[in-house]
């Protein structure tokens, strides 16, 4: 059963980097499209972006030029890093995986609350 | 201002039955397959229906997705207090080479 868990600072600075890192258990790295989403507080859902085992990404266009997605396959983990924050990158990040089969977000963590302030 | 459009709302009584909208492009739902996802307050997106109209291991046959042209829908039949969520469309766009969502409708059981 695949698992996912991200973890990360809450509050990061205006113009700082935010970094998540999402945690994988269950799975082979090879199994699938890592990806990040995120949620805005009462709004809805945007893909950032996925990186795939041989670290080949894939990111939103509106947000490309500020966000970095890599891979660790030995220690099962992917990370996130958005640079040059504002107060409009406050969200609820999610890591989940995008089924080549599929071609869904099939399997979510929990999410983690990222504020700009 | 999601690519996909859902109506923010819709409410139905239990036992009734509910269809949620989702309204693309050719760019999008017209050449794409589409997902549906719920959601329930501070908790992740849960898959719903994949590839228009099928159901993962363990959703009920209750919930059924389909397409036609550029829109696609929701049905929920014998609705349930439980399936009080919100619901979220999702694509992908051949413009923006990339997954993308639409604005999410809340459903009230009334």
Do not use: H
Request: net charge neutral; charged share 15%.
């Amino acid at each position: 059963q695949v698992q996912l868990q991200e973890s990360g600072p809450g509050l990061v600075k205006p113009s700082e980097t935010l970094s998540l890192t999402c945690t994988v258990s269950g799975a082979s790295m090879t199994s699938f499209y890592w990806s990040w989403l995120r949620q805005p507080p009462g709004k809805g859902l945007e893909w950032i972006g996925f990186i795939d085992d041989g670290g080949n990404t894939n990111y939103n266009p509106s947000l490309k030029s500020r966000v970095s997605i890599t891979i660790d396959t030995s220690n099962n983990q992917f990370s996130l890093r958005l640079t040059s924050v504002t107060a409009a990158d406050t969200a609820v990040y999610f890591c989940a995986t995008y089924s080549r089969s599929s071609l869904a977000f099939d399997v979510w963590g929990q999410g983690t609350l990222a504020t700009v302030s | 201002q999601s690519v996909l459009t859902q109506p923010p709302s819709a409410s139905e009584t239990p036992g009734q039955r509910v269809t949620l909208s989702c309204s693309g492009s050719s760019s999008n739902i017209g050449s794409n397959f589409v997902f549906w996802y719920q959601q329930f307050p501070g908790a992740a997106p849960k898959l719903l229906i994949y590839r228009d109209n099928q159901r993962p291991s363990g959703v009920p046959d209750r919930f059924s997705g389909s397409k036609s042209g550029t829109s696609a829908s929701l049905a929920i039949s014998g609705l349930r207090s439980e399936d009080e969520a919100d619901y979220y469309c999702a694509t992908w766009d051949d413009s923006l080479r990339g997954p993308v969502f639409g604005g999410g409708t809340k459903l009230t059981v009334l």
